[in-house]
Structures are given as structure tokens and as C-alpha cells.
């Protein structure tokens, strides 16, 4: 492979910037600036092709196979100006034998190296992206190999299946022993169980990573722009007594509980014969219907007929100036704000509440193919009519399956989707 670098830190002035070298020639490479490259790590001055010291910084030296990539690394913590940096990447780019890195290929050669598995990788890009604690812990799960480690034993036991199935077509001739079906019914339905289990939990594991949606719906002029600046803690949307202010889907994206919630103001909802309002209104309904939870602000709770979600919340607005019973909220001063903070949180939390380790819709199609072939096979199993051999196709198809979530077959398709959201030095 060609020797690659990049600057594996944001751009821009810092303490510290890491230039990382990945490759066959990483560490003659590494000597053309510092000279002598230590055995682990040393403290180096670096320079140019002239002779002119760029700068001081920590070299450290990772040999083939006890590195990130799985090759042979050296990482130069520099001072982090971006001057010193550009220096540094100009005189690695002039070397004939190197090359600027694309985007994701560091970790990219991780996996092609045996370093990590796709939905390592997975985990990964999610860590970089987390915002929120919830995202870090669910990526981290990932990123540990936790994901990999399921499938692997969900592997194992169908290859226990099929290997059991085909030693009776192996010894079709003569008498086997033992009737293998009822174990290769029991593997079956217990990963079976196992996989819709954690299919199940994809959804809201996804919703965890890319966020939630809560929408502020009601009447115009009942304080939804008032309540959306104060979760947000700064003024974001137009506050007016005028009703119909609002005409558009304003978003705020904040951190409830350690989840990621995009919060939503939305128009009015009323009759009007404003076409510009008329079309804030649909799209207010638009919105909130595909939100995952409305909070439906009103004036007065009593007698209210609204459509309500099992995740939905009536919270009575302008309580300094309106007394009611249930839960009220002032966003003017702030009465109530807590609660409906802690009681929103409670909802999310509860819907994440099933979530498992497999965290993408790539996870859940594989697992439910794989579970597909497995019905497919104890179908088969029924009919006596049915030959062994392509119930035991169907099972390896069913371990095929089970080996694309991790990238051990059928997953080119994805890799180059997958490594685009990296950064250059990552």
C-alpha cells in the first residue's frame, strides 16, 4: 500500500496538533524530518529539506501490527499552529513516496487489515459524531466490538445447524445415530429469538444517533415561541402578541437527559384565510404528526379534544397569568419548566428503553434476512417431502447473512458511504 498522511486533529490554532504517517515508509519518512525516530516515543526537533528547524514536538512510533491501521505509524504531536502544521504537511507532501490521505482511509485500513470489523467501524464514525451521552455510550457498545462478538456467536451456532444437518446427508447410506433435528430446531428458534430481539431495538437506536423530534403544537398566541426560547436558553424565535407570528417549523437542537432532541416550534394551528400562514399551518401538522412526541400547549386542559399520541403531553401554557391543574408551564418566568423538562426526558427514555447493541437499518435488514432463511429452513423441516441439502443452503445463506454485518461478505456497497463521513486524519 502507498504511505499516506494527514493531520489527525481539527484545523485551526490548539496546544497540540497530531500529523499521523500510516504505511510501508512511515517511519523513513518520519526520519527525513526528525533524523532519528525513536524505537516507541522521544521528544524530537523536526525539519526541513534546508536544514531550518520547524518545531519540537513528541514523536511516537507504533511497529506493523501493534497499530491502528495494523502498519507500521509514526504520530508527531506538534505545536498546534496552523504555520507549524503547514510546514510539516508541505514537506511530507514533497516527499516522492508519500501521499495526502483520503477521507476515512486511516481507519479504513484498519478494517482491511484485520483491525477492526465493519461494525466496529460503524461505532466509530458514531463516536466521532456523539454530542449527547447517550449517543457516546450507545457507540462506544459498538465500538467495543459488543455488536461482532453477538454475531459471532449467532455464527456458531447456526454453522453448529447446518453441520449437523449435513452429516445426515453425509451418511444418507447408512444409520446416524442420533435424530439431529430437534437440536437444529432449538439453535434455531433461540437465535431466532435472538436476532428479532435486537431487530426490534434498531429503530429506536437509531433515533438515539440521529435524535428525536418534539413538537410544539397549539393554538396561535399561546405561548409556544416563549416556551421554545426558554428550553433553548436564548431567543431563537419571534415572540409577538400578535397571533400568527410564526409561519414557519422553527428547529432547536439540545440535549434532554443525555438524549439528542431537535425541538420544533410550529405555527398556529387554526382556520385562516392567509395563504402564507395557511401553508405554515399544514406544515406545522406535517411536522408533528412525524414527530416522536407532541407537547400540546393550551390555555385551559378543561374540556380540550385533541388527538393525542401515547407519548403525548397536555401542558397548560401562561400559568403566571392563568391558573389550571395538570402540568403548567410559564415561559416567561420559567414556573413549570423543570417538570416538563424531566417528564419529556422520562417519555424519550422510556421509548429507548428496548434498545439492544445493533444501532443501523444495514443491521436490521440482515438480521431479518437471516431470520427470513431460518424460517425458511424450519418450514422445510416440516415437510417430509423436503430434501436435506437445501435446507442446509438455506442456513448458510442464513450465515451469510449474519457474517455481512460485521463485513465479512456482501458490504463493498456500503464502505464507500460509511467512510465519507470521516474526516481526513481518521
Known amino acids: 500500500m502507498d504511505t499516506i498522511f494527514a493531520l489527525a486533529t481539527a484545523q485551526g490554532r490548539a496546544g497540540v496538533a497530531v500529523v499521523r504517517i500510516s504505511g510501508p515508509m512511515a517511519v523513513s519518512s518520519a526520519a527525513l524530518l526528525c533524523r532519528d525516530v ?4 522521544g521528544l524530537r526537533r523536526l525539519y526541513d529539506a534546508e536544514g531550518e528547524m ?73 463516536l466521532i459524531d456523539a454530542e449527547t451521552e447517550g449517543q457516546r455510550k450507545q457507540a462506544v ?38 435424530d439431529v433435528t430437534p437440536e437444529v430446531r432449538d ?11 435486537e431487530a426490534d431495538g434498531v429503530r429506536a437506536a437509531e433515533r438515539v444517533r440521529d435524535g428525536f423530534e418534539v413538537a410544539i403544537i397549539g393554538a396561535p398566541n399561546v405561548g409556544k415561541s416563549t416556551l421554545l426560547n426558554k428550553l433553548a436558553g436564548r431567543d431563537v424565535a419571534i415572540t409577538s402578541e400578535i397571533a400568527g407570528t410564526t409561519r414557519d417549523v422553527i428547529e432547536v437542537r439540545m440535549d434532554l437527559g443525555g438524549l439528542p432532541v431537535t425541538l420544533l ?11 402564507v400562514e395557511g401553508l405554515g399551518v399544514a406544515r406545522a401538522k406535517e411536522r408533528a404528526a412525524r414527530a416522536d412526541l407532541r407537547i400540546h400547549l393550551v390555555l385551559d386542559v378543561n374540556g380540550v379534544s385533541l388527538n393525542l399520541g401515547p407519548d403525548d403531553l397536555i401542558v397548560q401554557g401562561k400559568a403566571d397569568i392563568a391558573q389550571g391543574g ?11 419548566i423543570d417538570a416538563l423538562i424531566s417528564e419529556v426526558s422520562e417519555r424519550l427514555s422510556h421509548k429507548v428503553g428496548n434498545i439492544g447493541i445493533a444501532m443501523r437499518e444495514r443491521h436490521r435488514t440482515a438480521m431479518m434476512r437471516a431470520i427470513d432463511y431460518m424460517d425458511d429452513a424450519q418450514r422445510a423441516m416440516d415437510d417430509e417431502m423436503a430434501m436435506t441439502d437445501l435446507i442446509a443452503e438455506d442456513l448458510r445463506s442464513a450465515i451469510r447473512a449474519v457474517d455481512s454485518i460485521v463485513g465479512r461478505v456482501d458490504v463493498e456497497q456500503v464502505l464507500d458511504e460509511i467512510f465519507s463521513s470521516f474526516c481526513i486524519g481518521k
Not at 60 to 67: H, M, T, V, Y
Not at 148 to 170: N, P, Q, S
Not at 187 to 197: D, K, T, Y
Open 265 to 275: 416550534d410550529t405555527a398556529g394551528l387554526r382556520e385562516t384565510d392567509d395563504t
Open 38 to 41: 525513536p524505537k516507541m516515543r
Open 187 to 197: 439453535l434455531l428458534r433461540g437465535v431466532a429469538l435472538e436476532m428479532q430481539r
Open 54 to 126: 520547524l518545531d519540537e514536538a513528541l514523536v511516537l512510533r507504533f511497529d506493523a501490527g501493534k497499530s491502528f491501521t495494523g502498519e507500521a505509524v509514526v504520530e508527531l504531536q506538534l505545536h498546534g499552529s496552523p504555520a507549524v502544521v503547514s510546514a510539516i504537511l508541505c514537506v511530507l507532501g514533497n516527499h516522492p513516496e508519500l501521499r495526502q490521505a483520503e477521507a476515512g482511509e486511516f481507519t479504513r485500513r484498519a478494517l482491511e487489515n484485520g483491525c477492526l470489523d465493519l461494525a466496529e467501524v460503524e461505532g466509530l464514525a458514531d
Open 141 to 178: 457498545r459498538v465500538f467495543s466490538g459488543a455488536l461482532g462478538v453477538l454475531a459471532d456467536g449467532w455464527r456458531t451456532r447456526l454453522i453448529r445447524a447446518a453441520a449437523l444437518l449435513e452429516a445426515t446427508i453425509d451418511f444418507a447410506d447408512e444409520d446416524v445415530p442420533v
Open 326 to 336: 395538570g402540568l403548567a408551564i410559564s415561559g416567561k418566568t420559567g414556573a413549570g
